[in-house]
């Protein structure tokens, strides 16, 4: 287990299947990120939706109270989020979870979302971990049909709140590049009063 998975394992041994168990602050900070990610949604049909990094598939629950038709496709290296998410739905044949070693594993979708899985970086430095950001977001490209989205901190962050094992992204490098590289249809969302900004990629 490397650094990073310890972390999440900690988490979730302290704080079990809520939102503090994968590393957010509290409920509704995870219900604010959930709704900016929603907003890459347009399709008013079923749709079928990758959410990378998922936990204890938390999302669902915020699909289901916005009443969205969804086939949801639930990803995560630490196979304890996997194996809760699955006590969660049990018999729900919509929710479809998968343990992953690599992000290459994910399956074609409409749409894929990444919620706060580019925060925590421990010792890795800021370059590295950079590129596994670009890296990351290239494949959620690929393997998305209508568009995808991601969260991550900003630099506009307080300074002295900062910490040292947090990475804070530049949201106008990574909204140029995403406009760059992948559609001209790129939103930069950083309007609701957290320390972390959203970027939604539409196709």
Request: charged content about 25%; aromatic content about 14%; glycine content about 4%.
């Amino acid at each position: 287990m490397n650094d990073i998975d310890k972390f999440y394992q900690d988490n979730l041994q302290q704080f079990g299947s809520t939102a503090k168990g994968v590393g957010w602050k509290n409920d509704e900070a995870q219900r604010v990120r959930f709704s900016q990610l929603f907003k890459l949604v347009t399709s008013k049909k079923t749709f079928s939706i990758n959410d990378l990094g998922c936990g204890v598939a938390d999302f669902v629950d915020f699909l289901t109270a916005e009443k969205a038709n969804f086939i949801y496709r639930g990803y995560d290296m630490m196979p304890e989020m996997i194996q809760r998410a699955k006590a969660k739905f049990v018999g729900n044949e919509l929710v479809l979870l998968q343990i992953i070693s690599n992000i290459t594993e994910i399956s074609q979708a409409d749409y894929t979302i990444a919620s706060g899985i580019f925060n925590i970086r421990l010792a890795t430095s800021d370059e590295v971990w950079l590129r596994h950001i670009l890296d990351t977001i290239t494949i959620m490209n690929s393997r998305s049909s209508l568009g995808f989205a991601f969260n991550i901190l900003s630099i506009y962050s307080d300074p002295e709140f900062r910490k040292a094992e947090l990475y804070y992204a530049d949201p106008l490098y990574l909204f140029d590049f995403c406009k760059r590289t992948f559609t001209r249809n790129v939103a930069l969302l950083h309007d609701y009063g957290q320390y972390d900004f959203t970027i939604i990629v539409r196709k």
